[in-house]
């Protein structure tokens, strides 16, 4: 009776544990999703899984990486898209945190990174022309 209370216990608590690791394809849109996706911006990595960009707060710089145990993984992107409606930051990596600017991009864009390596974005919406 104290076995089976004890693995009970255990596989309770590896339930629970397991729950609360943020997986890494919580972080990923896939191929599919992309498609029809309509968030703020995405990099592709060079393991081909896509990382969605969400907007960050004035000022501040997030960091392009997934967290697959509580510690972070820098994303090598090669390539960005970015929806119609918003703008991006990307900055390249110092020991210190987001470094000198790539550059800004407005959307709709699609393009690739070439040879920085994009370390930190940070992405805001931005007020569009009215046509009519």
Same mark, same amino acid.
């Not at 993984?73 to 992107?77: I, K, L, N, Q």
């Not at 990596?93 to 470094?99: A, H």
């Not at 699609?110 to 009519?132: E, G, I, M």
């Given at each position: 009776m104290r076995l089976s209370s004890l693995l009970l216990s255990a596989c309770?608590?590896?339930?629970?544990l397991a729950a609360s690791i943020p997986s890494r394809a919580a972080s990923i849109a896939s191929r599919e999703e992309e498609e029809e996706w &309509?968030?703020?911006? *995405? =990099?592709?990595?060079? &393991?081909?899984?896509? *990382? =969605?960009l969400g907007i960050t707060p004035p000022g501040q710089a997030k960091i392009i990486a997934y967290w697959p145990t509580g510690t972070a993984?820098?994303?090598?992107?090669i390539e960005f898209a970015i929806s119609a409606g918003y703008a991006c930051y990307f900055y390249k990596?110092?020991?210190?945190?987001?470094?000198e600017r790539i550059g800004e991009f407005q959307g709709p864009i699609?393009?690739?990174?070439?040879?920085?390596?994009?370390?930190?974005?940070?992405?805001?919406?931005?007020?569009?022309?009215?046509?009519?």
């Open positions: 309770t608590v590896s339930a629970a &309509d968030g703020v911006a *995405y =990099v592709r990595g060079g &393991d081909a899984a896509y *990382y =969605v993984w820098f994303v090598r992107p990596e110092t020991p210190y945190g987001p470094g699609q393009a690739s990174f070439d040879d920085f390596f994009a370390a930190f974005y940070s992405c805001w919406r931005v007020v569009l022309d009215n046509p009519s």
